[in-house]
């Protein structure tokens, strides 16, 4: 737990697994406003939590322009805003499983349109992260969602839909699209309020297999 304690004061990335239909965990990081600490503090701080600031995910990240995580700090990123380093997390939660993953889905596919809420600006390149996705778990489908249905598409092994996930009716019938309920992973990476990640967790969460985890990177 010393970890996690340590972690929880740089940024919120809040994690639910379900272990069964009434039972899971809760482990949150708190995002605070240590982010714009020099690349040398952020890497000397996450090395309590990895040593592997070079992992295949980041390297991913860098290669897709998402700003899930990142190899140099200082390289520009497409949305010209600063990475984040949710790869270290996240690949000390999948490296193991890498081959095992089948099904992901994200809430949040990175609208390039500015008179979008949440939005990457004009220099954003939607479904980033999903294309990073599909290479890190070579055998998933991934699916993706977004309240802008001008950046919505389809590609080998990626489906996305249209969702406003501030509505519940909204969520349940992106699901009956998806028409899936044993995904292995679900992050909410969509608009970044309290509302809308409780509507989006509370119409989703029973898609999780059993073993699943629930992920809301930010609020």
């Known amino acids: 737990m010393k970890t996690i304690k340590d972690i929880d004061r740089i ?3 809040s994690i639910l697994r379900k272990l069964n239909r009434f039972r899971f965990i809760l482990i949150q990081y708190f995002y ?3 982010l714009k600490n020099s690349i040398k503090d952020r890497n000397h701080f996450y090395s309590s939590y990895s040593q592997n600031i070079e992992n295949d995910l980041s390297k991913l990240c860098e290669k897709h322009g998402t700003d899930k995580g990142y190899i140099d700090f200082d390289k520009k990123i497409p949305n010209q805003g600063q990475p984040l380093p949710y790869s270290l997390v996240y690949h000390n939660l999948f490296a193991h499983c890498r081959e095992n993953i089948k099904f992901i889905f994200e809430c949040g596919i990175g609208s390039n349109n500015e008179d979008v809420l949440s939005n990457m600006s004009s220099t954003g390149i939607p479904g980033a992260s999903l294309r990073m996705w599909r290479e890190y778990f070579p055998n998933a489908q991934i699916y993706g969602a977004d309240i802008d249905k001008r950046i919505l598409f389809e590609e080998e092994r990626i489906k996305t839909f249209h969702v406003d996930q501030t509505n ?9 699209e998806i028409n899936k309920n044993n995904l292995d992973i679900i992050i909410d990476d969509g608009l970044h309020t309290f509302e809308a990640a409780i509507t989006l967790f ?3 969460f029973e898609n999780l297999k059993p073993d699943g985890i629930y992920i809301i990177e930010d609020v």
């Open 11 to 13: 940024f919120f990335f």
């Open 32 to 34: 605070k406003n240590k």
């Open 168 to 176: 519940a009716q909204s969520v349940k019938f992106m699901w009956s």
């Open 202 to 204: 509370e119409n989703s």
